[in-house]
């Protein structure tokens, strides 16, 4: 008889890792997929998918979460973070993942409880609903207080052998953990720069100025930045900075010419106002009273004296 097959959301996180396990001990093969994008980082998943010695792969997820965060339809969480439509969407693209790749069914290591608004049960039949799924989705940590599903109902998968987990406690996990002779114990929570205030006040802006897009989210978490007009102003913090805003090779870059100073980066309208502003602001990050710019390989050159403290605070956006 073939194989059963199932298509993992894997974060990486441990609640994951023991949804594996258990389909796995039913004799399941299971693969993982981990979404990556500007706000989350996919190398736990690597990590945690290595430990667990099942393929892993990456699937990038920047358009989607992007475009949801213009306006979604179950609105955001404390912050910039669209839980709901963003669980919901990652479950639709691994349905149709899973199609192509012929697996029964898709799963994740979700529980019952541990998120007060994006995963509670209402929450967690909304997104089940919003993407569709619920002809092949599966919660093995919670399934027992669920509705069964047809992998269930058909015997596809013991339900008898899935968990009962609810609520916020982690003692049965890193009891399961334990047992399994995991090494590998990854922390809770955390990773998605949606949910940090300083980060989504950073992209709310860019929002408002008609900027937000994948390639800009990924560059506003770097350096200090300031609104200007129809653009943004990025100015490194340190030599380490600097070089990572170099790397990341987005916007316009302005160099301080012969003395020491940081990296500036333009993101949006490039105007002399803008350029002459950010030139300005560079200034006020060194010990001259004035600056020359230049912008990476170009003649074009810019001065300006240092900005004063308080018209500076009044454009920079706290991280
Ligand atoms: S925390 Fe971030 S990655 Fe997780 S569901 Fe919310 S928006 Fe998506």
Known sequence: MAKVRALAAFSGG?????????????GIYVEAVTFGSPFFDPQAGRTAADHLGIPWREV???ADIVALLFDPP??????????????AAM??????????????????GEVVGQRPMSQNRGSINRVKNLS??????????????????????????????????????????LKMAKEYGFSH?????????????????????LKDIN????????MIRFGRMFVLDKAVGLVGRSSEENDRMLE???GIQLDIQDIPGPLGILLGEKTVKNLTLLTAIMASYTRADSAVTSISNQNESFTAERIGNEERNNIIVTL
């Open 14 to 26: 441990l609640d994951g890792m023991l949804a594996c396990r258990i389909l796995m001990d039913q």
């Open 60 to 62: 990038d997820f920047t």
């Open 74 to 87: 179950s609105g955001f969480g404390k912050n910039m973070n669209p839980c709901i439509d963003c669980h």
């Open 91 to 108: 479950f639709s693209r691994l349905k149709e993942i899973a199609a192509e790749g012929d697996f029964d069914f898709i799963f994740s």
């Open 132 to 173: 569709f799924t619920g002809d092949v989705l599966l919660r093995p940590l919670s399934a027992k207080i669920l509705d069964p599903t047809p992998m269930e109902e058909s015997g596809l998968v013991n339900r008898d052998l899935l968990l009962d987990l609810n609520g916020r406690g982690r003692t049965r996990q």
């Open 185 to 205: 114990i990854p922390t809770p929570g955390g990773g998605c720069l949606l949910t940090d205030p300083g980060y989504a006040n950073r992209l709310k802006t």
């Open 211 to 218: 900027l937000l897009s994948g390639e800009n989210a990924r």
């Open 248 to 250: 990341a090779d987005m």
